[in-house]
């Protein structure tokens, strides 16, 4: 099993930076593959990026260029840089695992997932 704790979360304001940090616990393998996804109010849970252990990284269109996704190996840990936030980016942000080596957006190919972060940015 693997366990996912987020934190960093808060309000911020527009404009403001923010970074999210992601622990994982458990098999090693398991986090080959991790991801940070985000639901908004009455909205679907949304891919917002990817890292594989290698530190290959995966973008949505919204957030390419203000957010960056990186990872420490040996701290079991991955981290999410927002910088520009908008209000647009408030939502819950997850951490999710896909116990293989790949970064997809679909959030059936994720087997573990975090408790999530609340993120609010306001204007």
């Known amino acids: 099993q693997v366990q996912l704790v987020e934190s960093g979360g808060g309000l911020v304001q527009a404009g403001d930076s923010l970074r999210l940090s992601c622990v994982a616990s458990?098999?090693?393998?398991?986090?080959?593959?991790m991801a940070w996804f985000r639901q908004a109010p009455g909205k679907e849970r949304a891919f917002v990026g990817g890292i594989l252990r290698n530190g290959g990284t995966i973008y949505a269109d919204s957030v390419r260029g203000r957010f960056t996704i990186s990872r420490d190996n040996a701290e079991n840990t991955m981290y999410l840089q927002m910088n520009s936030l908008r209000p647009e980016d408030t939502a819950v942000y997850y951490c999710?695992?896909?116990?293989?080596?790949?970064?997809?957006?679909?959030?059936?190919?994720?087997?573990?997932w975090g408790q999530g972060t609340q993120v609010t940015v306001s204007s």
């Open positions: 458990g098999r090693p393998s398991s986090t080959d593959g």
């Open positions: 999710a695992a896909a116990g293989r080596a790949y970064i997809r957006s679909q959030l059936d190919d994720y087997a573990y």
